[in-house]
């Protein structure tokens, strides 16, 4: 029985590491399209330098959402910390990727408030889509 019951724990633990790798992995990849779309449309047109920041905090955000919504579809529970960890996970690829591409690292408060952001978006979307998925069943 205890055999048994340690085979469901370690399961469970591996489909919440996995759930958290694939959401962060869905994240980087619709960021990485919003910002391709956002520079195409930043090459048409004119907009102001005052709206890029913004504009590239609503892709992260929406990319953290996606990334958690895909990410903890199977998961029922641990939404906080899988979120938490979805955000953290993409947003320090997303540095080291946009770092790469850019040519350079950047050590600076932006990162930690970008950290931070990733975190909390993530594990608020996380507490969400769990919940939410408790309600519809």
């Not at 469970?12 to 956002?38: C, E, N, P, Q, T």
Request: glycine share 10%; charged share 15%; hydrophobic share 55%.
């Amino acid at each position: 029985m205890k055999a048994r019951a340690n085979k469901m724990e370690e399961k469970k633990d591996a489909s919440v590491f996995l759930s958290v790798v694939k959401g962060s992995i869905i994240a980087l990849i619709f960021s990485l399209v919003g910002i391709l779309i956002f520079a195409f449309c930043l090459k048409f047109t004119s907009l102001s330098d005052k709206l890029i920041t913004p504009i590239n905090e609503v892709i992260k955000g929406l990319s953290i959402l996606l990334g958690v919504m895909f990410g903890l579809r199977k998961l029922r529970k641990m939404g906080l910390v899988s979120g938490l960890l979805i955000g953290l996970i993409y947003t320090l690829v997303a540095f080291v990727t946009f770092s790469l591409l850019n040519g350079g690292f950047v050590f600076d408060m932006t990162l930690v408030y970008d950290v931070i952001f990733g975190s909390l978006i993530g594990g608020i979307c996380g507490i969400i889509c769990v919940n939410i998925k408790k309600t519809a069943r």
